[in-house]
């Protein structure tokens, strides 16, 4: 793929932010965008490069996905940024042809483990509507000024334009997707009023929510009298839902998570959500029902890293077929999940003692253990709605599951540690120090700790050492499987997932 973020573009800057003003600097320009790049990406209409960056057109105050198929602008027209956001802050609005705010996310904003990237994590998780700007600085461990002139550097914006641009994006997703009445719409993308929901919509796309309607009326009505809520999210490039479904399907603990028909249901507090793949193999299907609402904005980022909607599939299946026998077993598998993507998680901590337990033991077992440890410390049925949290973990009695006394402790170990702080599983967390966190733990081994990075952080080179699984499928000793895979950085993660999808010797 062109190298698109290798030099400063100095543009001049338009247009003014009419919700709350200016934060800090007005943006120039995306830092790193190489101008001639990304001009050449936009001139072939290359659809690999949406969500990467975005194109804006001075002359007609709009900007545009990199495959937008409108006739393509003279290149002294058009600067370019990485991010929506900062787009909108300079004065330009999404163009309704090609519908740059439906492209998915850059595949390095929940990679990366530098400053900017880990705030941007954040801000999609909702941190900046929950505790300000002053919230998002103090859990990142820096000065809002700091923080702010990091943000301008890397995507244009502050944190404050980057979390509107969040809550109005969504808003507009569902405007178009939903039949929800337009008060609900802005309450449940986290818009704390109707008169900022307003201001912020017609700022991003010079009309009100009313003017771009598409579908009038309200969302059908459950059972109870619930909102049931269909939407759909991008992918980028093949989604490969039937490997991610069985990935899954084959994990879902016994009255939290259910599979049906090709379809993957979790219960959330408050109600439920349910994902599948439909006729166009890059779109994610979702319907949710939830009491409120406003929990719809935060669930929408953690679905895209649970089903890892934004990692460039193409690239890294390319970079692995570097290895003769990688690219044999790629070559293998179904086009559709050829590199399937890396499944995350709706709760860190749950994924670790999910990795505890797996410990030597069948993915059905551990299944069926994890099953009888929610009805142990949930009994309720209608308590299902979300895994245990360390604190009750630690007061529950265990020795009821029915697994080894050293797996139980081992549970109890990890519970105290994330409790108490000595090992982080936030989302501001590096995941290569969380690593060496844990594997200080007794019981917590390479092959644990490296799931828990691989899957709880979505880390693409997290690697479950020592495999027994992947070395008998490489007809490999365990430690000359681990000496192999150095050569798979930095995606060692998709090369297990692959691996353990493929064919069986």
């Known amino acids: 793929m062109t190298r698109i973020r290798t030099e400063v573009v100095k543009t001049k800057s338009s247009g003014s932010n009419q919700s709350g003003g200016s934060e800090g600097r007005r943006p120039t320009s995306d830092a790193r965008l190489d101008h001639h790049a990304c001009y050449q990406a936009i001139s072939r209409r290359d659809r690999r490069f949406d969500g990467t960056f975005y194109t804006a057109v001075k002359t007609t105050g709009i900007f545009c996905r990199p495959s937008c198929p409108a006739r393509t602008p003279a290149s002294r027209n058009v600067r370019f940024f990485a991010h929506a956001a900062g787009a909108i802050d300079a004065g330009f609005r999404p163009c309704r042809r090609c519908r740059p705010e439906l492209a998915p996310a850059h595949p390095e904003w929940n990679r990366r483990a530098d400053l900017a990237h880990k705030a941007m994590a954040l801000i999609e998780q909702g941190v900046v509507d929950r505790e300000g700007v002053g919230g998002l600085a103090s859990r990142l461990g820096v000065s809002e000024r700091h923080l702010r002139r990091e943000?301008?550097?890397?995507?244009?914006?502050?944190?404050?334009?980057?979390?509107?641009?969040?809550?109005?994006?969504?808003?507009?997703?569902?405007?178009?997707?939903?039949?929800?009445?337009?008060?609900?719409?802005?309450?449940?993308?986290?818009?704390?009023?109707?008169?900022?929901?307003?201001?912020?919509?017609?700022?991003?796309?010079?009309?009100?929510?009313?003017?771009?309607?598409?579908?009038?009326?309200?969302?059908?009505?459950?059972?109870?009298?619930?909102?049931?809520?269909?939407?759909?999210?991008?992918?980028?490039?093949?989604?490969?839902?039937?490997?991610?479904?069985?990935?899954?399907?084959?994990?879902?603990?016994?009255?939290?998570e259910s599979s049906v028909d090709g379809r993957f249901r979790r219960n959330v507090p408050g109600g439920w959500i349910e994902l599948g793949g439909g006729d166009d193999d890059r779109m994610l299907e979702i319907t949710c029902s939830l009491d409120e609402l406003g929990d719809l904005s935060h669930l929408v980022p953690i679905i895209r890293l649970v089903c890892d909607l934004d990692s460039d599939l193409d690239a890294i299946g390319q970079a692995l077929s570097a290895d003769h026998d990688l690219a044999g077993l790629l070559s293998a598998l179904p086009a559709p999940t050829a590199v399937p993507r890396l499944p995350g998680t709706f709760d860190r901590f749950e994924l670790a003692v999910r990795a505890v337990v797996g410990q030597q033991v069948s993915v059905a077992g551990a299944r069926t253990t994890l099953g009888k440890l929610l009805e142990i410390v949930h009994p309720e049925a209608e308590a299902h709605q979300r895994f245990p949290s360390p604190a009750e973990l630690l007061d529950a009695p265990l020795d009821r599951v029915g697994m080894p006394a050293r797996r139980r402790e081992t549970i109890r170990t990890v519970a105290r540690a994330v409790e108490d702080g000595r090992v982080n599983l936030s989302v501001e967390a590096d995941p290569a120090r969380t690593e060496q966190e844990l594997t200080v733990l007794p019981g917590i081994g390479p092959w644990t700790a490296g799931y828990i990075t691989m899957r709880a952080f979505g880390h693409p080179d997290g690697w479950p050492a020592s495999d027994l699984v992947l070395a008998k499928r490489l007809g490999l000793s365990r430690r000359e499987l681990d000496s192999r895979a150095e050569a798979w950085r930095p995606w060692r993660a998709y090369a297990a997932m692959a691996i353990w999808n493929g064919p069986q010797p």
């Open 151 to 256: 943000l301008v550097s890397e995507v244009g914006t502050g944190p404050n334009q980057l979390a509107r641009t969040r809550r109005v994006l969504l808003a507009r997703r569902l405007l178009d997707q939903t039949g929800l009445a337009v008060t609900d719409i802005a309450f449940a993308a986290g818009f704390s009023s109707i008169r900022q929901f307003n201001e912020s919509f017609r700022q991003a796309f010079d009309a009100t929510p009313t003017e771009l309607r598409r579908r009038p009326g309200r969302s059908p009505a459950g059972a109870d009298g619930d909102s049931i809520v269909n939407l759909t999210l991008a992918s980028r490039g093949r989604l490969g839902w039937s490997a991610l479904h069985a990935f899954l399907a084959a994990r879902a603990i016994p009255g939290l």
